[in-house]
């Protein structure tokens, strides 16, 4: 059995991740470049779509992290530092467990899938996608319950809880450093659209939408906190308020209730459709799950 720690990578890959932040600095000059066939192409498709006032410029894209203070951004990198990784070793303990009764047999999820960072390698950024069995967006979270319930006959994991958070995080990790990129369905563009549209619509008592304040207003303080650009690629995210770990859904719901809006339930489509055009308006950005924000 492969030993949870082992999943810290030793030196040369959290370098790698140092690297994330001055990444952003020079992607928008040297990636560009180097991306711009594969940009022309891709942003012709997605501008249809994603034309609207929420977006941020490609050259302009900056991880949440670099908003951060420097205490913050060297316990992100360092894995042994990083709070995410408790949550990440419980995850990879419960990848490997599985146990049979009398009748039903209980898979592990190492049993179908191997292992973890190479089987799952670049799925996270697959995920909210359209599921066709059952006609619903499901994000990661809710595709991590259906193999639970479906292959593993075991009960559904709850939102937020220590398990579900470990194995979300443990798949989003095979993903780490990966840049984000999107391939838009014609069956995901209505949620997307919709999605969209939410993210543009004022809200709440205060009356904002998400864009006024991750688009319009990012850099700018508001309540002793630095407003990022909202982008998605370190979620599930260690949060010192929280002191621990939570989903992107449960940070969107903490800006929901930052502007007196309804809270939308875990799993909601409200959310997950939010969730698919973050991941969108995220493209171009290196995954850096288990972020530490706070
Ligand atoms: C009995 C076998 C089996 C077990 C046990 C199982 N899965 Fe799966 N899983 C599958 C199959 C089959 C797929 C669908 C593969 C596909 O669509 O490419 C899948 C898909 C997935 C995907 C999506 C992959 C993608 O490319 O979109 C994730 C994530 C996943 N499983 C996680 C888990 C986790 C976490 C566990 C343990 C809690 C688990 N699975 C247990 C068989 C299993
Ligand atoms: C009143 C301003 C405000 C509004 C409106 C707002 N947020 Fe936020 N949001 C914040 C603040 C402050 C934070 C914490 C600091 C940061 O990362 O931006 C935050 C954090 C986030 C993050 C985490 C970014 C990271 O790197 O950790 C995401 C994602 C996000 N918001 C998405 C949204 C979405 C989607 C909406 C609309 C439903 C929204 N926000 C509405 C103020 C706002």
Known sequence: MKKASSLRPTKPSSSHVTH??????????????????????????????????????????????????????????????????????????????????NTVDHPSCAACHQDSQQSMRGVSMKYPRWDKSTSQLINLEGQINACRTQRQHLPALAYESDELLGLTALVSLASRGLVLSRTLDDDLKPALLRGQSRYETRMGQNNLACMHCHTQNAGQHLGGETISQGQPHAYPAYRLEWQRLGSLQKRLRACLSGVKAEIWPFGSQELTELELYLSFRGEGLAIESPGVRR
């Not at 940009?39 to 977006?55: E, I």
């Open 20 to 101: 994330l932040s001055s990444s952003h600095r020079v992607f928008g000059k040297l990636g560009c470049l180097l991306t711009l066939a594969c940009l022309l192409f891709t942003s012709t498709l997605h501008a249809q779509v994603l034309g609207g006032a929420g977006m941020v410029q490609r050259s302009l894209m900056r991880s949440g992290l670099s908003f951060s203070s420097a205490d913050l951004r060297a316990t992100q990198s360092d894995d042994s530092l990083n709070p995410g990784f408790l949550w990440i070793d419980q995850g990879q303990a419960l990848w490997q467990q599985g146990s049979r009764s």
